[in-house]
């Protein structure tokens, strides 16, 4: 798969569609090494430059060591560099890196105000964070009905995680009534992007039989 540096810009501009497509060539396709390579530099390039979407992608690179070295230093200070930017992936990066704490010494009060910050700019993962921290009781009483609040708000905006969790919900009936052909649908449209979805679909259908 040739990449150009259109796409690329579209990242760099906010695109959610060159955001999921260059992640994909990180994540499923392991043979893609010049693509990779080229993509990271022309991202530094940006980053460098200012550019806090570029910075906030580069920073999941480096915690997931996703065609680089993993470096949770690297990955920190570019998260904070584009949160304070006041972009919405930094955030959620910058939360992240909190609320498990990775490179830094995990901080519950820290993840939520950063979620925070990201779900008031209206940002789909945000809201799935912030729901897995009311699942989850995370700094915050947990909150069966919040959690699900803020999942189905991800899942509206076509976040796949949000979708899954919010499957997971319907499937154990938490915070709301166990409905499982509901959750059979959630897994079904989460299962592309997000490998626990294709399994717990598996897992409810083998149930049903």
Wanted: with cysteine; net charge neutral.
């Amino acid at each position: 798969m040739e990449i150009n540096d259109g796409l690329l810009d579209s990242l760099c501009s906010g695109s959610t569609e060159s955001y999921d497509a260059l992640m994909d060539i990180f994540v499923f396709h392991s043979d893609e090494l010049d693509n990779k390579k080229h993509i990271v530099e022309e991202l530094n390039i940006r980053a460098n430059n200012g550019n806090a979407i570029a910075q906030a992608f580069l920073s999941a690179l480096y915690l997931n060591g996703f065609g680089v070295k993993p470096d949770l230093s690297k990955a920190l200070s570019l998260a904070r560099r584009s949160a304070g930017l006041g972009e919405p992936s930094g955030e959620v990066r910058l939360g992240i890196m909190y609320l498990y704490g990775y490179g830094i010494s995990a901080d519950a009060s820290r993840a939520q105000y950063w979620f925070q910050m990201a779900r008031d700019k209206d940002y789909a993962p945000a809201y799935n964070f912030l729901g897995y921290m009311y699942e989850r009781g995370i700094g915050i009483k947990a909150d069966p009905k919040m959690a699900v609040i803020n999942y189905t708000k991800s899942a509206e905006m076509k976040n796949a995680y949000g979708i899954y969790n919010l499957g997971c919900c319907y499937e154990v009936g938490f915070g709301v009534t166990q409905n499982l052909n509901e959750a059979v649908r959630l897994y079904t449209l989460a299962a592309p992007n997000v490998p626990r979805a294709k399994k717990a679909l598996e897992v409810l259908k083998t149930k049903n039989r």
